[in-house]
DNA sequence: GGTTGACCTGGAGCGCGCTCCAGGTTGGAG
DNA sequence: CTCCAACCTGGAGCGCGCTCCAGGTCAACC
């Protein structure tokens, strides 16, 4: 159980210290840590937690959601069949995503290929 | 050189009234033509940009680079050099933004197995 | 010619996710 | 013991991209 000092915990994450403190303050990440003087410590465990919601922010999930997961986990185990869902019902819509973001990457691509071809028009 | 009405030109593109009202303020789609009575009539050129528009927003594109391409495109013909860097650019960046999201989605999946096989762990 | 729904304008407001600030405290290095 | 960078708090502010509103106009249909 090693504890990193914020800004290691900033470099580790990817978040910055603001973030952090702003991801406490919202209870999405609950019971950081202290030292007696009351600065802040993050162990192992809280960037676990930050990874994960490192990659649900990256695939688009708001973070009331994100707050929802954590507060079932929180809960403790019987919740575990809900995240999951949760999990699950995210993914499918990250797929979707996927398919929206190739579908106009392929059109922008198309668009680029016009312009190499003759060069005119909007 | 057909004509759609406000609703009709919403509906095609996917853009809300309030939103293609919006565009045109602020000079992304200009000179959209008028009844006499002053009632905006999209044109099919129009429309094109709107899907232009509608694809670069889907591809994470802010309004503002958006604007500077749509305001090279109305200088003419000399800047089309300019604007197939802008897309190639930003082609790029959505390549980048498709191998994160593929990458957090491979661990979103892996997290969802992980709950399959033991029902434990946040 | 009256009704009604779609449309107009300028400008305020909103939801999200941070980001910044002032003013003060902590704690490790020298 | 002193220094100073890193940290603390509560709360205001911001950037983006719309979205909504009030109060009025337009135009197609009966």
Redesign the interface.
Known sequence: MTGYAPAEAARRSGFSLDTLRYYEKIGLLADVSRTSGGQRIFTDDDL??LV?F???R??GMPIAQMCRY?QL?REG?HT??E??EL??R??TQ??E??R???R??D???E??RF??QQ??S?
Do not use: F, S
Request: glycine share 6%; hydrophobic share 40%.
């Open positions: 676990g937690w994960l490192r990659c649900l990256d695939t954590a986990a185990e575990a069949d995240r999951r999990l699950e995210h993914a990250v797929e995503q996927m929206l973001l190739q106009q990457y059109h922008l691509r668009k680029i312009y190499e060069p005119a909007g």
